[in-house]
């Protein structure tokens, strides 16, 4: 039998045609109540779609894998007692189809009670919030993007009942000649400018204190109109606080690296580093962040996360660099992963000195995208260029000696830092691995 994974894509559209319904049901409800619309067969034939989703959603339910405790739980007894325990007999409540029943046996009744009778429906608003924190957390979309959709759906949905329950209140004090309708002269007017009208006075109370137009007659009317904007001056403040947190976290890694960018640049300005200097460290944060993104996040987030975990995912970030270099490719897959964790990456401008010739060496590099020179500072001689998938600096850290020939970048490279002490230790550990460095290192000390 077929358990559908929370996180699929067949789940994942179903929620969003379950947001929907949940939509429909919280805009059509109030809407009929206030109005008192008569209900056409189409209406009948969204309402019974949308009532056969829930249901459907209910049968689904029993099929669908469950995270406990960071663990997906799919044994469908399992599945059973949990929806038993926590949501089944709300969403049995929501799915109630005493509207249908009531036009079965009562064909007479008014759209007002039988909209009234549809109310159980809008129980399954905590399934639209729990949707949203779902989709927060899913792999494939942005967070921020969530939230702000959440958050402007929210809204309308204040602004819409708002509208809705002015438009009632107004009607009901018709019968006693003292309603805004009536002095706004819309109480003979059609449908839809009653429902603007109601609409566009509620998201104006509530966002601003409303331009006067349309103002409360009744004392009822002052009332509500008091307690909308009460609502507003909270729902505002909440309202601006979130979505500026949510605009600026669209695109978090971006908004970061512009904040690292602009402190480098005050900073230069405010010490007067010369002109070129300062285009010069411009370009090398620009190849940062069209090359890397933002790196500097890794490492706070990647030391407190549990080491195999770690390692896992450092196995994927350095995928590329594990691909292109030979030696890795033939390595244990044990000393890969004992390599992969001590690995610091480095970006380096071009032009850049890695190694002098002759000093002392505490370091080797592996590269993983551009090129580098090794050559000799006295003669002149080129040794060898090097590009991706190469290594180099291993000499000195095998025989223990000093930097055998100086090494420049010659484009921005993208290199990778092994420092001695981790050298040892995985040459210790992994001797098959130690002896093709070795031969490597004779190789080119001998070529010299
Ligand atoms: P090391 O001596 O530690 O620092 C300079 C590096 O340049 C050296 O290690 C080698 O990795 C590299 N190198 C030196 N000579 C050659 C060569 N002939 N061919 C390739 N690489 C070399």
Redesign the pocket.
Known sequence: MQIFDPESKEVFLWECLLVLVILYNFIVIPFRIAFDTTTSHLWLGIDLAADLIFIMDIFLRFRMAYIDQGECITDLQKIAQNYLATYLKMNLAASLPLDLMARLFFPQLSVLILAILRIPRLLRLSQFFRIFRRWETNVEINPALVRMTELVLIIFLIDHWVACIWFWIGKSMIAYGDSWLINSNLDTAPIATQYMKSLYWSITTLTTVGYGDITPTSNLEIAFTLIVMILGVSMYAFIIGNVASVVSSLDASQARFREQLDQVQSYMRDRKIPAFLQAQVRDYYQYLWECNRDTSFDRDFLDEIPNSLKTKIYLYLYQELLEKVPLFKNADPACIEALVVKLKPRILPPNDYI?R?EQL?HE?YFIQRGEVQ?FSEKTGKV??I?SAGS?????????S???????KTLSYCELFVLLKEDFDSVLDNYPHFAKQVKEI?Q???N??
């Not at 290594?391 to 025989?399: K, N, S």
């Not at 000696?401 to 090494?407: D, K, Q």
């Open positions: 190694i010739e060496g080797m090794a040794y060898r090097m290594f180099f600096g291993e000499i000195a850290l095998v025989y000696t000093r930097r055998t020939a100086s090494v290192a190789q080119r000390y070529t010299e």
